[in-house]
């Protein structure tokens, strides 16, 4: 997975929450935040344990967006989601990273961009040998407060080749 990578609010929280947020760097070229999201974390940040993580995660490019919200993404998504799919769009990004299930399906169906969930970003850094337990990071994100479906969290195991 190389290339540019546009991400939501709650994968830096639940990455950043469990010490991992610099996978994102070592996976990808470049890891982008909108504006709104970039907000939404610093606004959230006196209940968010990784937030001196993200703080000096000087490698996330904080980006505005150049147009404002398509309609379709501003009506069906909250702003951050939203943003996260618009910027992508304007910046070519290879990849989004949206755990919600519904933001996750626009932006695959409806505007054909790659998306990866942060159970994927844990798979990816284990068969990068940067982790040696992806059950042991999920775990560590749902008693964060992070809430992480049971089919994900199988397929995860799964594909890290877990049980």
Same mark, same amino acid.
């Not at 299930?101 to 942060?118: F, P």
């Given at each position: 997975?190389?290339?540019? /990578? #546009?991400?939501?609010?709650?994968?830096?929280?639940?990455?950043?929450?469990?010490? $991992?947020?610099?996978?994102?760097?070592?996976?990808?070229? *470049?890891?982008?935040?909108?504006?709104? #999201? $970039?907000?939404?974390?610093?606004?959230?940040?006196?209940?968010?344990?990784?937030?001196?993580?993200?703080?000096?995660?000087?490698?996330?490019? #904080?980006?505005?967006?150049?147009?404002?919200? *398509?309609?379709?993404?501003?009506?069906?998504?909250?702003?951050?989601?939203?943003?996260?799919?618009? /910027?992508?769009?304007?910046?070519?990004?290879?990849? #989004?990273?949206?755990?919600?299930?519904?933001?996750?399906?626009?932006?695959?169906?409806?505007?054909?961009? $790659?998306?990866?969930?942060?159970?994927?970003?844990?798979?990816?850094?284990? $068969?990068?040998?940067?982790?040696?337990?992806?059950?042991?990071?999920?775990?560590?994100?749902?008693?964060?407060?992070?809430?992480?479906?049971?089919?994900?969290?199988?397929?995860?195991?799964?594909?890290?080749?877990?049980?």
């Amino acid at each position: 997975m190389k290339g540019r /990578l #546009v991400s939501n609010t709650g994968p830096i929280i639940a990455l950043g929450a469990i010490d $991992h947020l610099e996978f994102l760097k070592k996976i990808f070229e *470049e890891v982008i935040v909108p504006e709104t #999201v $970039h907000n939404e974390i610093m606004q959230g940040g006196k209940d968010f344990s990784g937030l001196g993580f993200y703080r000096k995660a000087t490698w996330i490019k #904080v980006q505005s967006l150049t147009n404002p919200i *398509e309609p379709l993404l501003g009506t069906l998504l909250d702003k951050g989601e939203a943003s996260v799919i618009q /910027l992508a769009r304007e910046k070519g990004a290879d990849f #989004v990273l949206i755990d919600e299930r519904k933001a996750r399906k626009i932006a695959r169906k409806i505007y054909g961009i $790659h998306v990866v969930g942060s159970a994927r970003i844990l798979v990816e850094a284990k $068969h990068r040998g940067l982790i040696s337990n992806v059950r042991g990071a999920l775990e560590g994100m749902r008693s964060a407060g992070y809430w992480i479906h049971d089919d994900i969290m199988k397929t995860a195991l799964e594909q890290a080749h877990e049980k």
